[in-house]
């Protein structure tokens, strides 16, 4: 051990662990700032941290880095040109950039090809583990603690293995506020001073605020964006506050500025509020603020400080169709727009659907039981000319079957035992100009089959005890989660029916196959106030669930959780014990994005230490019975001998 980590594990040591002013001799070689001193007592009173002990950096295995990765795998592919940006700025000057998970694994990395071996020995490396509780006082895991850019430089860090780096990084955030990774450049060598990395500092916030507003404009691609800046020259191009909002003028994302700027005039969070609560404008105005406006127009203030910004906004785009549509066609209908937040497969169906909206093409809707046929069939009945005629759903499973004849066609007064004296109209004619939809098809008796076939080839419906047809005017979609084909060469099903129906057939993926299901929780989490969020170990454990009853039963789940959620914050515990309960029953041989992020934590110990509980103990600060407890709450399990 060197002269200079033995003094700096003295400085530690009295300043930390034992909470006494450092000697006039160590303090005229490092004094450190307040928010260094902060997270060195954090390393010694919190993660039980031992200043003697000199660690060398741990290096994930790869398919711990892969969970990692995979979690935030759409923010990467954005983040990267970050850092590539970043990175020619300071090639040359012997710095590498850092990308880190929150929870501090480097996800992704770009450092001198030449310093290879070095860097990945001082855990500047893909893979690296920089949180706080392992690696003590650094650029990252402070930076993750305290929410705040900084450079914690040389003797500033805790473990005395890392005082010759320097680390400067700084926080990026989701659209929602919470912490989504830490951007990072460090070197292994750099002047003694300080005050060298701060141009470092700068470069580092301003290309992490570019990553951020990046991923922000990727979430709200298809809502109501708000840029704002206080010279209007720079308002479209680089804005430093961004906020998101939907169609009722509803703040439901911002950046960090605009949420620390808005937080400031409100004094409580945003998300939402209305637009119109915090600026001169309103909400309906944006449209006098778009790209046609000129710059010194775009001018508001602020309600609150009377502040001025300019103000630039960008109203959701219009989907374009594929393929050769004439002009006029190729807009996605705004109904069947909001069906999708962009899942490949469901968008293929919406765009087929958009194309029959106004066509006599007859329709079914099949997909699992809760995959939302029956909004799906409301959008395109909303999409197209009838939608100011009646909607009505006929549910052909939930009526009995004596019933069912006469609610579908309708009687004539005293036609049957217990009939309406007044006789009753049939749902088929209650749709008369509208769309009729059949749910659930299958389930409709043979008997009823044929008379079902003569309504959609005669536009004609014969009531019970009626001799003379009424005229009908209809649109038909039906719906089923049952195998219609398989039916009719069965017998249970007239094929001739089924021909009939599926002129169109569009199948609807289940909830487990689509790719926007963070979408859907933001619609759901937002769809009435109070707006709530998601903490991290949540959404882990909400996509990770296969959700057999696909978006009822997420619905479900989050109208749950809201109701039981205190804290604004949807936490593990808000959520329904079936989901609560797999997660302990997963253990260690499941998939890890299962686990909250304590237990993922001491899984990842567990298994750097070869399972050995003592080893992990010491590392954690913890007694082995509290690590046994743990294992046993999580369900988590040492493999066998042999595995």
Known sequence: MHARQ?????????????????????????????????????????????????????????????????????????????????????????????????????????????????????????GSDWSEQHAGTCGVGTAIATGQALTVHQDDHFDATHIPLTCTAAPVFDPLGRLNAILDISALTAPQAKSSQHLALQLVKVYASRVENANFLRWFRNDWVVKLHPSPEFVEISPDHLLALDAGGRIIGHNRAAQQLLEAEAGSTVLGLPFDRFFSIRFDELGHYLRSAAGERRGVRLQASARVLFLHAVPPPQRALAGAMPAADRAIPPALARLSGGDPQLDRQIERAARLVDTPVGLLLTGETGSGKEYFAKAVHEAGQRRDKPFVAVNCAAIPETLIESELFGHLPGSFSGAAAKGKRGLIQQADGGTLFLDEIGDMPLQLQARLLRVLAEREVLPVGAVRPVAVDIRVIAATHADLEALARAGRFRDDLY????????????????????????????????????????????????????????????????????????????LPDRLVSAVAAVGATASPSLLPAEAQLLLQYLRAARWNVSAVAHQMGLSRMTVYRRMKRWGIAAPAAGD
């Open 499 to 574: 021909y009939r129906l599926a002129g169109a057939h569009l199948q609807l993926p289940p909830l487990r196959e689509r790719r926007d299901l963070t979408w859907l929780l933001r619609m759901l989490l937002r769809q009435r106030p109070p707006v709530l969020q998601l903490s991290a170990d949540a959404e882990s454990l909400l996509r990770a669930w296969r959700w057999p009853g696909n978006l009822r039963e997420l619905h479900n789940t989050i109208e749950f959780a809201r109701a039981v959620c205190r804290g604004g914050v949807i936490e593990v515990h808000d």
């Open 6 to 126: 033995q003094q700096h594990i003295r400085s530690v040591i009295q300043l930390a662990a034992e909470g006494r002013p450092l000697s006039p001799q160590l303090a005229a070689l490092h004094e450190p700032e307040p928010l260094i001193r902060e997270s060195w007592a954090r390393c010694v009173h919190q993660h039980g941290l031992d200043p003697t002990r000199m660690q060398q950096a741990v290096i994930l295995p790869q398919h711990r880095l892969r969970e990692h990765r995979e979690r935030i795998d759409e923010f990467l592919r954005i983040a990267r040109h970050g850092l590539e940006a970043l990175y020619q700025q300071v090639a040359g000057m012997g710095y590498c950039v850092l990308l880190t998970d929150a929870r501090g694994v480097t996800v992704d990395f770009i450092g001198d090809l030449q310093l290879d071996s070095s860097l990945r020995r001082a855990g500047l490396y893909l």
